[in-house]
């Protein structure tokens, strides 16, 4: 028996599902009978063990069910990223070669045949047959491209088992019970999106609310709506701070949230501390495709004020070590790698085995690329990745420190720093800035002097650069192989 008959069979009125988008909904029995009825159904288009399914579209109720579906068929489901180029996803369908592509109007840019996910619920109500559960829980099911801030994306493999251990991490991380209701609004192309909003409040017997996107008015309405009861909302900081500009921001209005939940870039303690003071705990985490959920902060606010800046501690389910350049172990505030072990980590990278060896320590730590720190309460903070990092006259610098000191500046909405070629110091910063559109105009002189003091001189910029927008990838990550692409287009100018 799966998790979904059981809450079937404990809450057989209780609503599991609401799709905003469609403005349909199922119960617990009625979405356990669409998830197998899609399971049969995807048979009867001959997809078998293995084969892989590929599907383009915006989040929706679907989505989300033929990925259930792919778990009791022994099928790979593979959601494409659909905020990439028509070339990009074809790349992408060339390396999976799906036995099926499913999608909405997304789907159009590819120029296949697909079949039309906004049919599925008529389509699963024709075949007559009983489909007969079978166990796949180790076998691969799932294929996330990973977002490719620096290069090709490559495609991470997940099991149900694997699936299952984030589910679990989550739901103690974020606190979900019965009565927790999760907005879905995180494209499901991500490991967020597609697991942590999702599986722990349908394991827990609560609640999911599926919008196609986030739009700043709209969901702060949504979070806001008495009878939607959200409890639960992820986002990546920079839409935290799209709500807070809204003119009708209330957080007076949002107090049926349990938490605000945000990943996926690195927050700043003066922004985090901005809802502290509305009398709302926003969760900083850490996770990534490989290891699902990994660290989550408490939802006591004067915890999170006391600590701002970091994204938590790990469930008891998975073992942490931050390791220096020899693979040795760092003592509690010094910098070192997260290495991770767990039975939540990917089991492959689709067709690259050597990669996916290569991704381990000799002692079979994943190493994810990430430089943290781990204070004496055993608290994480992440400084930076280790590719981000880089040296300028022999001393370390991290990118993530130097963008915290400057958005704490009014004028500046967000920005990103990278390295750069130099002749004299080997590489030197440059900061792209967005300013914020309601401040007068701020000079680069300025935004350097106000960084003057509060940070040493290695660590200040050497160029200061305005642009309109930074270029994110569709987890919300800053891409900053682009930025120094930019920089390196605006010098040869």
Known sequence: MNFLTLQAKLRPTKEAVIDLTSDRS????????F???????????????????????KNCAELVALHFACEQIGVLFVPLNWRLSA?????????CTPRLIVGDTMANKLGLAYFDINTLSDAVSLPEGQFQPQDHR?????????SGTTGQPKGIMHSQDTIMETTLNMTLLGQVDEHSTFLCETPMFHVIGLISCVRPALYQGGRIVISDGFQPPRTLARLMDEQLCISHYF?????????RQEPDFNPASLQNLKALLTGGAPHPAVQIRQWLNDGIPIVDGYGMSEAGTVFGMPFDIATIDTKAGSVGVPTHRIEVRLADAKGQPVANGETGEVQLKGKNLFTGIWQQPQLYAQCFTADGWFKTGDVAVKDDDDFYRIVDRIKDMFISGGENVYPTEIEGVAVKLD?????ALVG?????WGEVGCLFVVAKSNQAPIKPQDILDALESSLAKYKLPKYIKMVDSLPRNGGGKVMKHQLKALFSLRRDA
């Open 235 to 243: 986002c990546v900081p920079q839409m935290a701070n799209a709500l």
């Open 411 to 415: 004028a500046i909405l967000e920005c």
């Open 138 to 146: 180790a076998m691969p099911s799932l294929i996330l491209y990973t």
């Open 26 to 33: 199922w119960t617990y029995p009625e979405w356990e009978s």
């Open 420 to 424: 750069v070629p130099d002749d004299r």
């Open 87 to 95: 070339e990009e996803l074809h790349a992408l369908i060339d390396d």
């Open 35 to 57: 998830v197998n009825k899609s399971s049969y159904w995807l048979t009867r288009q001959g997809l078998a063990c293995g084969d892989r399914l590929a599907c383009l579209a």
